[in-house]
């Protein structure tokens, strides 16, 4: 079983969200995988492929829309977990997962039944998918969990009173026999409280470095607040754990979508978009240019009402194209 992030909260004296590595099996190795040679011939030369120019000059060019990364504060991600980061270079060198000729599209798989509201954040999820990876986005039909889940694979927490579905029982029982053989990655969207083991309280989702499937929670997110901060926090949580399905590790450089959070205000501060290291690591393994991947931000930031990422973008994007015409 392959290595695997997750987005917790951790019983202990402090009851905090966290995106903690959950290593589920005794030999938990990063960049293995049990695909065909195909794949991983694919992986190697991917691997070998030196970064464009254009690449390191948008790089740069994006440098000031970002802050690095400070001192943590008490109970934030970096406080409670010593990580020293993955630069574009060490994911160069390192053993990406590509997405291939043959397996290029992102499949959405909802789970449960789901609010008006619910539904738009969803399909704006979807939307967002795609532009932020440049890669097709499917959304497959609804289905609802299985009426019978064994009491392995469910339990029963007090406050709130409700119950609670083990994320290893949707990944591995209902995602991975259910992989489309195009698919880069499958993720699943449910309504459903989530746990990975009996060490956490909950998690708002889980993903797998190795299979390329990952489950979201919206159980959480809603919450008191209003649609536009649920909207945006699905979008990063959609966005950070797809990102760990194409290998991509926690960012300490900035601050980025792929860094840790070890809790909601701490998400909440965090930009929706990835930083100069992980926007490259996506446009160099997608195969994109920076400047089309802005362009369709911002049409999807129209699109949603998100005014104020919009504009960012499309500063961004003036920032790319001017230094490519130097």
Request: aromatic share 10%.
């Amino acid at each position: 079983m392959g290595e695997r992030l997750s987005i917790a909260v951790k019983i202990g004296p402090l009851i905090f969200l966290s995106l903690t590595i959950a290593c589920l099996s005794l030999s938990c190795s990063q960049g293995t995988s049990d695909d065909t040679s195909g794949t991983a011939s694919n992986s190697a030369a991917s691997r070998s492929a030196p970064a464009s120019k254009s690449l390191k000059k948008a790089m740069s060019a994006i440098k000031p829309f970002f802050r690095p990364m400070g001192d943590p504060k008490p109970g934030d991600w970096l406080a409670a977990y010593r990580e020293s980061g993955q630069t574009f270079d060490e994911y160069r060198a390192g053993s990406p997962t590509p997405p291939t000729a043959d397996r290029r599209t992102i499949y959405v798989q909802p789970f449960g039944h789901f609010t008006r509201s619910q539904n738009v954040v969803i399909k704006a999820a979807t939307d967002y998918l795609a532009a932020f990876y440049g890669l097709p986005v499917k959304s497959l039909p609804g289905k609802r969990l299985p009426g019978s889940i064994g009491s392995h694979d469910l339990r029963m927490i007090d406050y709130p009173k409700h119950r609670q579905i083990r994320t290893g029982f949707i990944l591995e029982t209902l995602l991975k026999p259910a992989l489309p053989a195009d698919a880069a990655a499958l993720i699943a969207f449910t309504d459903e409280d989530l746990y990975p083991d009996s060490s956490m309280y909950y998690v708002f989702g889980q993903a797998s470095f190795d299979d390329r499937v990952g489950v979201w929670s919206l159980f959480r997110l809603e919450g008191k607040t209003g649609y536009d901060t649920f909207l945006r926090r699905t979008l990063k949580i959609a966005a950070h754990e797809t990102g760990h399905m194409f290998s991509m590790r926690h960012c300490t450089k900035y601050e980025c979508v792929m860094s840790g959070t070890n809790h909601l205000q701490e998400t909440d501060s965090r930009p929706i978009d990835a930083c100069p290291e992980c926007m490259a690591k996506i446009c160099w393994l997608m195969k994109i240019e920076p400047a089309d991947r802005y362009l369709k931000l911002i049409e999807f930031c129209r699109k949603y009402g998100l005014k104020q990422e919009a504009e960012e973008f499309d500063r961004k994007l003036k920032a790319v194209e001017k230094a490519g015409s130097h």
